[in-house]
């Protein structure tokens, strides 16, 4: 590593105000009492980041449908045998609920010996002919019973299913196509929970019917980490090493930070292809090994006058113990009990450790939502934890084709990944269109200084909720229910889906000649045709257009943060401050102006900041080499584009316009009639 790297891309400050750690009287915190509220639903999907308190909310909810409800049993299903224990028996009396959630240890199968397919399966027909009313097992398990014993041995029971983007509705996604057949049959409750409901692969997590059945709890990263005690400040950054990232790990490792460390796969281009001796060398970097403490398996090292106790879950040698030293209450009660943990495939999805301050990941993953997952990793509150932080440490271009294509590749996902969390982590945005006649202040929102103008396009923010209230002119407003929910819960997995799409983000960072809304109307318009192919044309681009303003508005207001500084006192609202801002310094804020801004101009002045120049130049020679001429599918939405320009103007685009994207519909509208002269259209 040539330098060093210290410019996050990503750097959000919070309130502190406690809000979303006070239970009420029944021991509920914010999100929990707002599920509870909808425990009546038959299919209920609850959205709320790492550490909201998902696995108790369950517990509230299931106790009730099987109390009150009807309901004969409840199966909780969880991707990985780890993520069991958050379901265990649980007091909640003591805190004011009117039950305890008790599982009989039986009927944890994440806690059973014996394959996924073996005896678990034939555990879990015990259990539903039995009269106990609460099962713990894994998608897996879940998966093999399902297919054994029939959806029909499931009537009259809640399935909840944790973690629940790992479902699809790819047909080949067995558990996709399990719960499609569930709610077919409609003889089952079904609490979803997830705290990304996005993939990796941008593949639907439920077909849209099959979504349109579901009630949404949504609880924001800004309700959760606004309301938190102790943290204040969360930073995600992105930063870029040479050679052997084991050599200079120190320059972005911090010993004395709580750290867990994930080192790439075997498989990437950054591995050694020793994991074993990876990890070894990082002990060695840190300081001088001391010996294995026994009672745990932690590694001690010696590093600045202070030992540090290491747990290493690379090593398969040692993975069990270290795995039950790290489910001792001691992680939870002790913050010197473990400093720092090295793992690769482990301490991702469910892993609960409350003092863990950075996450820092070698290489880029393979999925955006295990991105979110690790760094989920460091935003729990924990006293004396003010500040937490997550890294993608990855390998800058070297000289060969291949290393730089695989690079450049990496580079992308990793800018995509800081995207989608600025959006993530931002406030909700609540779009409707300005019309002087009949617009007017929502109550419980705060219009700044100035309060509300009914000749200005306004700016509201509700601090309560986390709930911006933004006028636009000239926006289109979703008429069916279903484009209605996605404009008011979705907008972030319509975000997720364009920030992956390589040809977007490649032509939005590096190609000098783009025209803005080749990428916001054209790109992001085919983008949501595809996601959302049952809604009409005209919800369509309601969706696009409520989609392009949370994305273009989120980045305007990071520029305008930054460029304003964040000091203590205006830390707090530097984001609220900024969408202000822009709204302010533009004439009228209208669709068109949000439609004219390049989405990723401000990712490339990151970029710019944390890669070499050489490297820069690299990567931009790599994507400049791949560009072609427009494609069918992107002559199509250009020409279908045009035809909207012609009937809202009454002419057709001109190639010799001023305007360069009219000159590029025109340019679209005749590629299409050449593509079509050709037979390239079905």
């Not at 709930?467 to 000239?474: L, M, N, P, R, V």
Request: aromatic residues 8%.
């Amino acid at each position: 590593m040539s330098r060093e790297k210290s410019v996050p891309s990503v750097s959000v400050t919070y309130a502190q105000n406690g809000s979303s750690t006070k239970p009420n009287e029944l021991g509920m915190r914010p999100m929990q009492e707002r599920a509870y509220e909808r425990r009546g639903e038959q299919y209920l999907l609850i959205k709320s980041p790492p550490a909201s308190g998902k696995s108790r909310a369950l517990m509230f909810i299931a106790l009730d449908k099987l109390h009150n409800q009807g309901l004969k049993q409840a199966i909780i299903v969880v991707p990985e045998k780890s993520i069991g224990a958050s379901f265990a028996d649980e007091p909640l009396s003591k805190f004011g609920f009117w039950a305890d959630w008790t599982v009989a240890p039986k009927w944890n199968l994440c806690n059973a010996p014996g394959d996924d397919n073996g005896g678990k399966v034939n555990s879990v027909k015990a259990f539903l002919d039995s009269d106990d009313k609460v099962l713990v097992c894994t998608h897996a398990t879940f998966r093999f019973a399902v297919d054994k014993f029939g959806i029909e041995a499931f009537d009259d029971r809640l399935i909840a299913v944790d973690e629940f983007h790992h479902v699809s509705a790819n047909p080949d996604n067995k558990l996709g196509a399990h719960l499609g057949a569930f709610i077919a049959r409609d003889k089952v409750h079904i609490v979803a929970m997830t705290g990304s409901y996005f993939r990796g692969d941008a593949e639907a997590v439920l077909a849209p019917g099959d979504e349109a059945k579901f009630d949404t709890v949504t609880y924001t990263y800004y309700e959760q980490l606004n309301g938190y005690k102790y943290l204040k400040a969360l930073d995600i950054g992105y930063f870029f090493y040479s050679g052997a990232y084991s050599d200079d790990i120190l320059k972005v490792l911090d010993p004395n930070e709580k750290t867990i460390i994930h080192i790439p796969s075997v498989n990437s281009r950054e591995s050694t292809k020793d994991k074993i001796k990876e990890v070894n060398h990082i002990l060695d970097e840190l300081g001088d090994w001391e010996g294995t403490e026994p009672e745990t398996g932690f590694q001690l090292v010696k590093a600045n006058g202070r030992t540090l106790r290491i747990a290493d879950l690379v090593d398969p040698d040692h993975q069990g113990k270290i795995q039950e030293s790290l489910r001792s209450p001691k992680m939870k009660t002790n913050r010197d009990y473990v400093d720092i943990i090295i793992a690769l495939g482990m301490a991702k999805e469910g892993f609960d450790w409350i003092w863990c301050e950075h996450a820092l990941t070698v290489g880029y993953r393979s999925s955006l939502t295990e991105i979110v997952q690790i760094i989920g990793r460091a935003t729990r509150d924990a006293e004396g934890k003010t500040r937490a932080r997550f890294t993608n440490l990855i390998a800058e271009p070297d000289a060969s084709e291949q290393a730089v294509t695989e690079a450049v590749n990496d580079t992308l996902k990793a800018i995509a990944a800081s995207l989608l969390m600025e959006q993530v982590l931002a406030p909700r945005f609540n779009f409707k269109p300005k019309n002087e006649a009949t617009s007017q202040p929502t109550d419980g929102f705060d219009y700044g200084e100035s309060g509300y103008d009914p000749k200005k396009e306004n700016v509201g923010f509700n601090e309560q909720t986390g709930q911006f209230e933004i006028e636009i002119k000239g926006l289109a407003e979703p008429k069916s229910k279903e484009a209605q929910r996605i404009c008011q819960e979705d907008l972030n997995e319509v975000v997720a889906a364009f920030v992956q799409d390589k040809r977007a983000i490649e032509r939005g960072l590096f190609d000098e000649e783009l025209v803005p809304e080749e990428l916001t109307q054209a790109r992001l318009g085919k983008i949501i045709k595809d996601k959302y192919p049952e809604l009409d044309n005209e919800d369509q681009e309601a969706v696009r257009q409520h989609a392009i303003a949370a994305l273009n508005l989120t980045q305007q207001a990071k520029q305008l943060a930054i460029e304003g500084g964040e000091d203590e006192k205006s830390a707090n609202t530097a984001f609220v401050d900024g969408v202000r801002q822009f709204a302010m310094d533009v004439r009228e804020l209208d669709i068109d102006l949000i439609d004219r801004i390049n989405p990723f101009g401000e990712a490339y002045s990151i970029l710019a900041k944390t890669m070499s120049e050489d490297s820069l130049k690299q990567v931009a020679a790599v994507i400049s080499g791949k560009r072609t001429k427009l494609m069918p599918e992107e002559a199509l939405e250009l020409a279908l584009r045009a035809s909207r320009f012609k009937k809202e103007r009454g002419r057709v685009p001109s190639v010799s316009s001023q305007d360069a994207w009219e000159r590029k519909l025109a340019e679209g509208a005749a590629a299409f009639v050449r593509y079509k002269d050709e037979g390239r259209y079905e």
